[in-house]
T-cell receptor
Framework: RKEVEQDPGPFNVPEGATVAFNCTYS??????FFWYRQDCRKEPKLLMS???SGNEDGRFTAQLNRASQYISLLIRDSKLSDSATYLC??????????FGAGTQVVVTP | NAGVTQTPKFQVLKTGQSMTLQCAQD?????MSWYRQDPGMGLRLIHY???????DQGEVPNGYNVSRSTTEDFPLRLLSAAPSQTSVYFC?????????FGQGTRLTVV
């Protein structure tokens, strides 16, 4: 079983709609969680950290559920520019960054 | 503010050749790592380092060597390139709040 798992998608989303997807992690001792965005196999870039109490950054909301060991990302009022692959990143044992395979989001006009 | 500098951006190797991918960061991060990304596989950890003089294997270390003689530099060496090493490689360094990535190296082994 992979340590970090994501639904690969693609999630096809009409412009203006809301999309949400999850990421599960297997190491219950994981302490830090992030969502990264990756465009066309360019380098990943930080979208937002995920805090225990949940957090928002504009149209993006991240949640952490430690009991069920998953994090989620919700995108409201989707824009065409939100089309990308969203990577779930977990800091696991020995401080290693562990990545999910990514969830592809395609926003259509 | 350079961040993470990774070179080269593109490389074509013949099977059996060796090469070194360079990675340097100017943020004084202790933690650095190398990943490869293949279609549908996400980023897989090759090797990582938690400080100068300390390295360890990741998920897919075979065929690769690393060293960390300074905090700034973390080169990745391919000892004898194989077609299975055709991939996109990313170097990363991180602090407690964020990981920063190099621009990637697109490597083709023929």
């Amino acid at each position: 079983r992979k340590e970090v798992e994501q639904d690969p998608g693609p999630f096809n989303v009409p412009e203006g709609a809301t999309v949400a997807f999850n990421c599960t992690y297997s190491n219950s001792a994981s302490q830090s969680f992030f969502w990264y965005r990756q465009d066309c196999r360019k380098e990943p870039k930080l979208l937002m950290s995920v805090y225990s109490s949940g957090n928002e950054d504009g149209r993006f909301t991240a949640q952490l559920n430690r009991a069920s060991q998953y994090i989620s990302l919700l995108i409201r009022d989707s824009k065409l520019s939100d089309s990308a692959t969203y990577l779930c990143v977990v800091i696991g044992s020995w401080g290693k960054l562990q990545f999910g395979a990514g969830t592809q989001v395609v926003v259509t006009p | 503010n350079a961040g993470v500098t990774q070179t080269p951006k593109f490389q074509v190797l013949k099977t059996g050749q060796s090469m070194t991918l360079q990675c340097a960061q100017d943020m004084n991060h202790e933690y650095m790592s190398w990943y490869r990304q293949d279609p549908g596989m996400g980023l897989r950890l090759i090797h990582y380092s938690v400080g100068a003089g300390i390295t360890d294997q990741g998920e897919v270390p075979n065929g690769y060597n690393v060293s960390r003689s300074t905090t700034e530099d973390f080169p990745l060496r391919l000892l004898s390139a194989a077609p299975s090493q055709t991939s996109v490689y990313f170097c990363a360094s991180r602090d407690d709040t964020e990981a920063f990535f190099g621009q990637g190296t697109r490597l083709t082994v023929v």
